[in-house]
T-cell receptor, first 113, second 109 residues
Framework: ETGVTQSPTHLIKTRGQQVTLRCSSQ?????VSWYQQALGQGPQFIFQ???????GRGNFPPRFSGLQFPNYSSELNVNALELDDSALYLC????????????FGEGSWLTVV | GQQLNQSPQSMFIQEGEDVSMNCTSS?????WLWYKQEPGEGPVLLIA?????ELTSNGRLTAQFGITRKDSFLNISASIPSDVGIYFC?????????FGAGTRLTVKP
């Protein structure tokens, strides 16, 4: 139990649709990172939010966007879904901007058909 | 894509055996972490290493942060069936964390 909760746990979307995934960070953590994990691979860094601002981004197109709220919870939005977006989306929280241990939620499984 | 080379990709071992896996990178990291992931769940932190040369244990698990800051290894001693899962190394530098592709461990009773 890491204290990081994600919703929904599973969802199916159609190509071209938009999706919003949600994350509540561990108590006391002000940094949230999002990762995409395709089947059989390690997680890939999408972006990080620190105190409601984007604080680093991986190699993902602009149709992947996010938000962090004053209570440090976060959303990941993906527009114009593509079949390759099918993956486990993981949220992780930590305290501070970097160098602190990251704890993961159980993830949201997204299937794009 | 992945910047960390993790090996081996998979291991099939007998209960009681020791296990060793490692991770190398072309880049320097400030922190090395080892996670375990079981089906349908997110990665769970096993060990975090913050200093080059650091050797840290967590029960039957031991991990080291390489002197060059470009590698790390994880050892599991006296494996048990519940050690089954995928083990990921991760290197962290500032606000960016990169993962290896994972080592899938199977333990036969």
């Amino acid at each position: 139990e890491t204290g990081v909760t994600q919703s929904p746990t599973h969802l199916i979307k159609t190509r071209g649709q938009q999706v919003t995934l949600r994350c509540s960070s561990q108590s006391g953590h002000n940094t949230v990172s999002w990762y995409q994990q395709a089947l059989g691979q390690g997680p890939q860094f999408i972006f990080q939010y620190y105190r409601e601002e984007e604080n680093g981004r991986g190699n993902f197109p602009p149709r992947f966007s996010g938000l962090q709220f004053p209570n440090y919870s976060s959303e990941l939005n993906v527009n114009a879904l593509e079949l390759d977006d099918s993956a486990l989306y993981l949220c992780a929280s930590s305290s501070g901007q970097g160098g602190n241990t990251i704890y993961f939620g159980e993830g949201s499984w997204l299937t794009v058909v | 894509g992945q910047q960390l080379n993790q090996s081996p990709q998979s291991m099939f071992i007998q209960e009681g055996e020791d296990v060793s896996m490692n991770c190398t990178s072309s880049s320097i990291f400030n922190t090395w972490l080892w996670y375990k992931q079981e089906p349908g769940e997110g990665p769970v932190l096993l060990i975090a290493l913050y200093k080059a040369g650091e050797l840290t244990s967590n029960g039957r698990l031991t991990a080291q942060f390489g002197i060059t800051r470009k590698d790390s290894f994880l050892n599991i001693s006296a494996s048990i069936p519940s050690d089954v899962g995928i083990y990921f190394c991760a290197g962290q530098r500032n606000n960016d964390m990169r993962f290896g592709a994972g080592t899938r461990l199977t333990v036969k009773p």
